[in-house]
T-cell receptor, first 113, second 115 residues
Framework: SQQGEEDPQALSIQEGENATMNCSYK?????LQWYRQNSGRGLVHLIL?????REKHSGRLRVTLDTSKKSSSLLITASRAADTASYFC?????????????FGAGTRLAVHP | GAGVSQTPSNKVTEKGKYVELRCDPI?????LYWYRQSLGQGPEFLIY????????DSGLPNDRFFAVRPEGSVSTLKIQRTERGDSAVYLC?????????????FGPGTRLTVL
């Protein structure tokens, strides 16, 4: 079963606009990660935010985490056509000392030139 | 350097057949994970190896699925008596260690189609 839900399921924007994707999860976590996937194949790690962090930046990416609401958001600023992909949040609820990731169903982002 | 590689990239088989999917992790990575991704869904955890041993196989759907990593590097996911519901993309990931902040690097996946 999947841990998280992404919202929206699909997002269509113009180049230059910002894209915001949300993720909600169910159990307590060690950390939350965002991944990108092109064409339904390999995933690329974007950013990790620990459970004791509230916000993190990486280039044009901004991630927030609200553990009281069990939710996270990914903001992509000044989007480009090359950002077109599916974006997944993944949580690590495991307490066994290893990184068993639980993924949401993803947001499909389309950025139009 | 080389990333995670998976072979074959595509596999078409008939219902009831046996298949093997191979994963070559990044050299030196001790942790290896298999995930399965159905169309329109996120990846679902199947099994985790630390070194040669399967430390967590709780995600394997049933006993038709089995995975090995005999020398602590290459891993093979084996599916017996394949069913149409096994059709999916099978993803492998490796990380340097198994720490929960270690980045998992994913391979391109093997798309399995069971006719």
């Amino acid at each position: 079963s999947q841990q998280g839900e992404e919202d929206p399921q699909a997002l269509s924007i113009q180049e230059g606009e910002n894209a915001t994707m949300n993720c909600s999860y169910k159990t307590s976590i060690n950390n939350l990660q965002w991944y990108r996937q092109n064409s339904g194949r390999g995933l690329v790690h974007l950013i990790l935010i620990r459970s004791n962090e509230r916000e993190k930046h990486s280039g044009r990416l901004r991630v927030t985490l609200d553990t009281s609401k069990k939710s996270s958001s990914l903001l992509i600023t000044a989007s480009r056509a090359a950002d077109t992909a599916s974006y997944f949040c993944a949580t690590d609820p495991n307490s066994g000392g290893y990184n068993k990731l639980i993924f949401g169903a993803g947001t499909r982002l389309a950025v139009h030139p | 350097g080389a990333g995670v590689s998976q072979t074959p990239s595509n596999k078409v088989t008939e219902k009831g057949k046996y298949v093997e999917l191979r994963c070559d992790p990044i050299s030196g990575h001790t942790a290896l994970y298999w995930y399965r991704q159905s169309l329109g869904q996120g990846p679902e955890f199947l099994i985790y190896f630390q070194g040669t041993g399967a430390a967590d196989d709780s995600g394997l759907p049933n006993d038709r699925f089995f995975a090995v990593r005999p020398e602590g590097s290459v891993s093979t996911l084996k599916i017996q008596r394949t069913e149409r519901g096994d059709s999916a993309v099978y993803l492998c990931a490796s990380s340097l260690t198994s720490g929960n902040t270690d980045t998992q690097y994913f391979g391109p996946g093997t798309r399995l189609t069971v006719l």
